[in-house]
Each structure stands twice: as structure tokens, then as C-alpha cells.
């Protein structure tokens, strides 16, 4: 964790449990963190999405910059101090008799900086797990600009899917030394499943989880908040 030159950015990862909680308390909590981006695990991606996933980033003092149906409830959003240059969307292999996952991406520019932005939610099912994230680390290191990935992975950084996703990137968490922090669940936080990679040209500046009575009530998982200082383009 250090200071140096580049371009601040203001980052929250967060599974936000389909909105099945205190939706008041999870809009404040992000409106209190002020991020540039959110990634959003668990977002609208049933009927209706689009409004629903418009009214989320609303209430968020955001836009939507990619996913949610698409991408399998996976949504970017971002202020409009970022601007979103290009998105896509990514589905990985469906396992019969589970979930359908995927992920989304934008490649985004803020000042005289660019970024991929990405962000997926892994299966329950150890067995499936792995497969899906070499698909996503596939969706990752075919990025043009500096990577910003965050994940819900299901597993600890022990597990076969997290080494998978982390290779070649950094762990914000352990660059600030703070991997000791648990992101789940917010009723008993006894594991760290929730991640936010980067690129090794991107500073990791600062790293929470935020751990209140109103991340309590908001989800069942803790936002994970990071600041950054990502490279200039030159």
C-alpha cells in the first residue's frame, strides 16, 4: 500500500444480496463511500431489469455503465466523472441443474487514465467453480488497459478459483495487509470470499471492509472499498 503519481479512483465491490435487505440503509452506505465505480455481485436480472437495475444506480448517486441481465445480475456503475468507452458481457458454461453466471466489463477512461473494469460472482459448487474462473480470467487478460476486477469467488483465497482469477494481478487486500479482514457473512464474518484484483501498475492506496450497523442491515455481505492511483496514459 502506497502513495505515488497517477490518477485517484474510488472503487466499491459489493454483493448486494438482490436487494433482499434494508435497501435504504445499502443506497446510504454506498452514498457515504463516494465511490468513481461500483461493481455490483447479485444485482437486477430478472423481469424488468433495466428499470431495476437504472433505479439501483439511482439510488446510488451513479449510472449504469454494463451487465445485469447480460452478465447474470453482474452490474458496473459508474459516476460521471468516469467515462465508459465500450462494454461487453461474458456467460460461462451452464452446469445442468445450476445456476446460469457470467460477468461484465467496461472499458472505461477517467482524467489520463484508462481502465477495464470487471466484475463476476462465482458458483457455490466447488466443482464448478474452477471452470468458471478460467473463463472469467480468460475475459480478464484479453483487456486492453489496466484490469479492476472485482469478485464474490465462494471461496477463500486458498481455493483453486481464487489462485486462478489472482494470477498475474494484485490482491488489494493483501497489498494494503489487511487479508485478515472477513467480507462474510455480515451475521457471523468469518471468511474473506468478496475480492478486488488490480493490475500491479495500479497503486492500491487505501482498503476497507466496512464493517457498521448500516453494512449490517444493508446485505449479507460487507462492501469491500478500495482506493487506488491507476497509471496515465502518457
Known sequence: MGQ???VPLRVVSYNIHSQRDDTAALAAVVRAARPDVVIVQEGPRRFRWRQKS???AESFGLFVAAGGLPALGNLLLTSLR??????HC??????PGRHLRGAAYADCRVGDARF???GSHLSTDPAE???????????LDAASSPVLAGADLNEGPDGPAWA????GLTDAAVAADLADRHTYSCADPRRRIDALF???????????VVDTPQTRRASDHFPVLVDLLLPTTG
Open 90 to 95: 461474458q456467460r460461462f458454461p451452464l452446469t
Open 164 to 167: 486462478t482469477v489472482a494470477r
Open 198 to 208: 488490480v493490475d500491479p501498475r495500479i497503486t492500491v492506496v487505501d482498503y476497507d
Open 116 to 118: 477495464t473494469l470487471a
Open 4 to 6: 505515488g503519481a497517477g
Open 54 to 56: 437504472a433505479t439501483l
Open 82 to 87: 468516469v467515462q465508459v468507452r465500450g462494454t
Open 129 to 139: 467453480r474452477p471452470g468458471q474462473a478460467a473463463e472469467f480470467k480468460r475475459g
